[in-house]
């Protein structure tokens, strides 16, 4: 057992040897950073930009609801005013969409992030919210 454990060894050894008589590896040249950002100086989280979300087109709208009640509804509005989130109440039938829906104003979209969205959707039971084109909603005000 030690023959075998000493041969081990000096095989070992041998193939250590052997790999270091192999020419070195050269440096790879790496071309400077600034020459990939082009106008992009520097790295910013999206936090920092204030931009959460991928910025919309100008003419699409979040709506919030698709609650079957008006009093579902009108909860649901209060909740968003206590929380600065500026709702309009959208008259008619969305296409493609159920119940009744809360038209959000733009300045309040950042404030409607997915930990608010969540936390309305357990106390609203079927709570949903779109985005979608703003040239067909009419609001009530």
Not at 2 to 17: D, E, G, K, P
Not at 74 to 81: E, G, S, V
Request: net charge positive.
């Amino acid at each position: 057992m030690r023959w075998l454990f000493l041969l081990l060894l000096v095989l070992n050894v041998v193939y250590y040897v052997w790999h270091q008589q192999e020419a070195p590896l050269r440096v790879k040249e790496v071309a400077p950073l600034s020459l990939y950002k082009g106008n992009q100086q520097e790295i910013r989280l999206l936090r920092e930009t204030g931009a959460a979300a991928p910025a919309r087109r100008r003419d699409e709208c979040l709506v919030i609801g698709g609650l079957p009640a008006r009093d579902q509804l009108d909860a649901l509005r209060q909740r968003l005013l206590s929380l600065d989130i500026t709702t309009l109440v959208v008259s008619g039938q969305l296409p493609g969409a159920d119940g009744m829906w809360l038209k959000v104003a733009p300045e309040s979209e950042r404030l409607l992030d997915q930990t608010v969205l969540a936390t309305l959707s357990k106390d609203f039971k079927d709570l949903k919210h779109k985005i979608i084109f703003c040239g067909g909603i009419a609001t009530g005000e």
